[in-house]
């Protein structure tokens, strides 16, 4: 090897290629992420059950809707992550960040993720059917699942690809509440202000701190041509437009609480956003423009603690 070639990615040999571990999948799908996003699909689910429809009555609490939520999200955050997996693989190859990752380093077969990635679509499918008979979820269905995949295709043409993946990622609360409270929702415009503020609020939050831990890859992404606001504004422009983010971010949780009364959020909910608020000033004090060591520690740990946080203080409001 010339002392000028770039190190092969270590593959995998091919009895481990052809029976992928569970933790092979696990990491493809890179589910300690689902912290993310599922939190904000059980607060829906939470004030969607505890806000009393237009006839006065409380929803009907069943489990097989419980059920449905976690399966939807399971089989649409897997289907999106393999998909992106999958269309990114030649560009994760080039990138020394992400060489590793299971399809450039060899681990699983782009047969295998391929495969994973429809049965995964198809299981999104299927467990809106649970939803019965409330069609909106089985009709919305294919959308949302066009909307997911095509996250991955963003960056080619956007720097607005971090948005859409807040975008995507806040269809949960609003696809959880019409998934349990039906035609009420389509009904009275109104009753759908507590999850769009919610959404707006988690849209905003992935928005900025996927911009934070994309400044990674900005002189890649120039390098290369693809389209990310650290590409195209610089690290330090980028980090403005990820705190002004994150301003939208708790304004809309402001919001939130103002319009979820009906739903039960109260005191709890509101110290929790002090708290919220310090958080999000703790990750924006993590990271500089010249200094980045410590952006997984700002994506991952803070993040993780903020979406848990208003999850616990939620639903003890709703609860109590």
């Known amino acids: 090897m010339s002392s000028g070639s770039k190190p092969s990615p270590p593959r995998a040999s091919e009895p ?8 092979h999948w696990l990491g493809l799908i890179r589910f300690s992420h689902t912290i993310f996003a599922l939190p904000f699909a059980c607060l829906a689910c939470v004030m969607a059950f ?14 097989r809707d419980l059920v449905g939520v976690l399966l939807c999200m399971v089989f649409a955050r897997s289907a999106a992550m393999a998909f992106n997996r999958l269309v990114d693989r030649d560009i994760d190859g080039r ?22 990635t429809v049965i995964c679509c198809l299981g999104f499918v299927a467990s809106t059917a649970i939803f019965l008979p409330n069609p909106i979820p089985l009709i919305a269905s294919l959308p949302v699942l066009l909307f997911l995949l095509g996250y991955s295709l963003a960056k080619r043409f956007t720097s607005a690809a ?15 509440w019409l998934a349990i409270r039906g035609g009420n929702a389509i009904a ?5 202000y507590p999850p769009i503020m919610l959404a707006v609020a988690v849209a905003a939050w992935v928005t ?7 400044c990674q890859d900005a002189k890649f992404d120039r390098d290369v041509g693809l389209n990310s606001v650290p590409a195209r504004f610089g690290i330090e422009g980028a980090l403005k437009i990820a705190a002004i983010s994150h301003v939208v971010m708790l304004i809309a949780l402001v919001g939130l609480l103002v319009v979820g009364q009906a739903c039960g959020l109260g005191w ?7 708290g919220v608020a310090g958080l999000v000033i703790r990750q924006h004090r993590l990271v500089s423009p010249d200094d980045l060591d410590r952006v997984n520690q700002a994506f991952f740990d803070t993040n993780a603690i903020i979406s848990v946080t208003l999850l616990i203080a939620g639903s003890l409001d709703c609860w109590w």
């Open 16 to 23: 481990s290629r052809k029976f992928a571990r569970i933790g």
């Open 50 to 63: 505890h806000t009393p429809l237009e006839s006065g009555e409380m929803p009907l609490l069943r489990w």
């Open 95 to 116: 990138n020394p960040r992400t060489v590793g990752r299971h399809l450039p380093a060899g681990v699983l077969t782009v047969r295998q993720v391929r495969v994973f």
């Open 162 to 176: 971090h948005l859409w993946l807040g975008v995507a990622l806040s269809l949960s609360p609003i696809g959880t």
């Open 188 to 192: 009275l415009p109104s009753d759908l």
């Open 208 to 214: 900025g701190f996927d911009i934070i831990y994309s």
């Open 268 to 274: 709890i909910f509101a110290v929790a956003l002090v």
